[in-house]
């Protein structure tokens, strides 16, 4: 939250935390059917009657550690045909894609998922679960016109290797 973007934020963790060698941030596409647009995503997005959302699912990398699971819902028509063309073909995060923007994040909400030394159900061996911590953010830009609801879930790799 320290950040609007996640992938900064997920990059300078990378390299504080020496996850790798050489800390980089890539986001990797999954493909498939858009998720239907929950309903407090189209109030949150102030979507028109008509108006047109897109959707990608990216898992954010750094080297080959998932760091996050996201799910995006954006408004075409408030952004660049340049940068709809970037979300379209590549893998480039949407943060970088629209920073041009110079947009805004605000929290949802945040949920931790997973806290260590929580009590355990496995006979006393501490089960990390897949995903430790799950935000949602409103990216808006300056006047406040939303362009993006994501949905982020951070998951057990961002602790590195096992000790």
């Not at 990216?58 to 952004?79: H, K, T």
Request: some cysteine; aromatic content about 4%.
């Amino acid at each position: 939250m320290s950040n609007p973007s996640a992938t900064v934020v997920l990059a300078h963790w990378c390299a504080a935390h020496h996850l790798v060698p050489e800390p980089q941030i890539v986001a990797r596409r999954v493909l498939g059917p858009p998720r239907p647009l929950p309903e407090r995503v189209r109030l949150n997005l102030r979507l028109k009657p008509g108006e047109a959302v897109g959707y990608r699912r990216v898992q954010l990398l750094c080297g080959d550690r998932i760091l996050s699971d996201a799910d995006n819902w954006y408004v075409p028509d408030r952004l660049t045909g340049a940068m709809n063309q970037r979300l379209d073909e590549t893998d480039m995060p949407f943060g970088l894609a629209v920073r041009s923007l110079h947009f805004k994040r605000r929290t949802l909400s945040s949920e931790v998922l997973w806290v260590p030394g929580a009590p355990t159900t496995t006979g006393g061996m501490m089960t990390i679960p897949d995903h430790l911590l799950r935000n949602e953010g409103l990216l808006t830009i300056p006047g406040g016109l939303p362009i993006s609801q994501v949905t982020e879930k951070y998951t057990a790799e961002i602790l590195g290797p096992p000790p």
